[in-house]
């Protein structure tokens, strides 16, 4: 096992454009967490699937932003119409009971917005 | 609403010198404690963590934390601190309670290591 993917790396788009970002976890995490991060902050909760179940979102995440984990396995992160107060880091974490909540990160998705 | 603070932005040190940085969080009635670093664009990797037990935690890299239930604090430190731990360190509680687990972050504090 790898730990958590993340793909793309980064991405730079033109504002009004739509982006889709994807989550790998650790295969037996059933828990999965989606972040944001802007420059000299800490990463900000967005939203949180457990298996397939998306059980809760932050009030960041507005109507341009949709989460899905189809299967309980990967997921991916939508932003429709973007804006340029959405360029930031997308990070994606995994966790699960044999890990005793331990969440392990990816490596982030770095959005552009221009 | 569970929240973190990180009380240095921060923290200049020389190289083998030891080092503590700060984190209080808002009080409930139980919850887990983590410390993450952040290199420069990447991820963040889990330093320790807080669960249970013992108060005095020990993790990757040399660094310890305790935890002081009275003072709401989770001050992580580390004896003798090297060039290469320079990063970013964020502070982080979720709480039990609630049965979600949802990790809230500090603002982070920048550690940055002179020889």
């Known amino acids: 096992d790898t730990g958590v993917s993340q793909d793309p790396r980064h991405k730079i788009t033109k504002r009004g454009q739509n982006v889709t970002f994807r989550c790998d976890p650790i295969?037996?995490?059933?828990?999965l967490y989606w972040y944001r991060q802007t420059l000299g902050q800490g990463p900000e909760f967005l939203t949180y699937f457990q298996n397939e179940a998306q059980l809760e979102k932050s009030r960041l995440l507005s109507d341009r932003f949709s989460a899905e984990r189809p299967k309980g396995s990967f997921s991916t992160l939508e932003i429709q119409r973007t804006e340029q107060g959405d360029s930031a880091m997308y990070l994606c974490a995994s966790t699960g009971r044999q890990d005793n909540y331990g969440y392990t990160f990816g490596s982030g998705t770095r959005l552009t917005v221009v | 609403a569970q929240s973190v603070t990180q009380l240095d932005s921060q923290v200049p040190v020389f190289e083998e010198a030891p080092v503590e940085l700060r984190c209080n969080y808002s009080s409930s009635v139980s919850v887990y404690l983590f410390w993450y670093v952040q290199y420069p664009n990447q991820g963040l990797q889990l330093l320790l963590k807080?669960?249970?037990?013992?108060?005095l935690v020990k993790g990757i890299n040399g660094f310890e934390a305790e935890f002081n239930k009275s003072q709401t604090s989770f001050h992580l430190r580390k004896p003798s601190v090297h060039i290469s731990d320079t990063a970013e360190y964020f502070c982080a509680v979720s709480d039990r309670s609630g049965g979600s687990y949802i990790p809230t972050f500090g603002r982070g504090t920048s550690l940055i290591v002179h020889p």
């Open positions: 295969s037996e995490h059933n828990r």
């Open positions: 807080y669960l249970s037990g013992s108060t």
